[in-house]
């Protein structure tokens, strides 16, 4: 009984625990930040898919096939089997049901409503299951589902509690996008790379505020030279995974003056 009495408070506890991250992350901001990035990454990757639909834009086969837009062999109800293209029946859907409007910025008509009550199941599910796919991909969370068996298990979480973020980049962005191996994929992670340079950037212009003419002059030239910036945008980069820590680990044993860890003369951090 006592176990038992036990089991249900740390229950309990989980519980009240998981709801203060909830509210500590709605404080924080990153929940809101989150989720519109999610929306807006939605609303392109629907655009993307209706260009593709109408000839305006175009996809590899290994990346319509990690959406589940692939060719897929299906067994019906009388056991027999038929071959279903779901690329073909989504853009055939958009097609039929989806409103576009013509766009001021670009050659391609704007998705203006999907209308996706109108749509077969079918083709409605493929839909659902490609958009949520990529959107989740390109906006990376540290999901449960994202991470290995192990590291679900007490022992699991306690080795990895502060690399979950890298060891889903590692498999979703990093692997992923060489697997893909296209443009989008080369896009994407340069994109990444810019937009982290750019964010280290501002982050060092802020840390500057209050200091006098000689003191910004010395501290920019520590720490917005090229090779910082191009250093801090790789490592913060969402598809730079575990590269900039074995990089540096290995360095540690031959010199001093590690790639990626700040040194005592640029003041102890990563970049």
Request: aromatic share 8%; glycine share 6%.
């Amino acid at each position: 009984v006592g176990g038992g009495k036990l089991g249900r408070a740390l229950n309990q506890a989980q519980v009240r625990t998981d709801q203060l991250k909830r509210v500590q992350a709605d404080i924080s901001g990153m929940a809101p930040i989150t989720l519109m990035l999610e929306r807006g990454t939605a609303r392109v990757v629907a655009q993307t898919l209706a260009d593709l639909a109408f000839d305006n834009a175009t996809l590899s086969m290994k990346r319509l096939n990690s959406l589940g837009l692939g060719k897929q062999t299906v067994t019906k109800a009388d056991g027999t089997t038929e071959v279903i293209d779901y690329a073909d029946l989504v853009f055939k859907a958009i097609k039929d049901h989806a409103k576009l409007e013509k766009s001021f910025l670009y050659k391609a008509k704007k998705l203006r409503e999907l209308n996706l009550e109108n749509w077969p199941p079918d083709a409605r599910e493929a839909f659902g299951v490609a958009l949520s796919r990529w959107t989740r991909r390109t906006i990376q969370q540290n999901d449960i589902g994202n991470l290995s068996l192990f590291m679900t298990k007490p022992w699991g979480q306690v080795i990895s509690q502060f690399r979950t973020f890298q060891i889903v980049s590692h498999s979703k962005q990093l692997l992923h996008n060489l697997a893909m191996n296209d443009t989008r994929a080369y896009l994407a992670m340069a994109f990444s790379s810019l937009t982290a340079g750019a964010a280290y950037m501002a982050q060092q212009n802020v840390k500057m505020i209050g200091m006098s003419d000689k003191e910004r002059k010395k501290y920019g030239e520590e720490n917005l030279g090229f090779a910082n910036v191009a250093k801090a945008g790789f490592s913060r980069s969402s598809w730079s995974a575990f590269i900039p820590s074995t990089v540096d680990s290995v360095a540690y044993f031959i010199t001093d003056d590690p790639i990626f860890h700040r040194t005592k003369k640029h003041k102890i951090g990563y970049v």
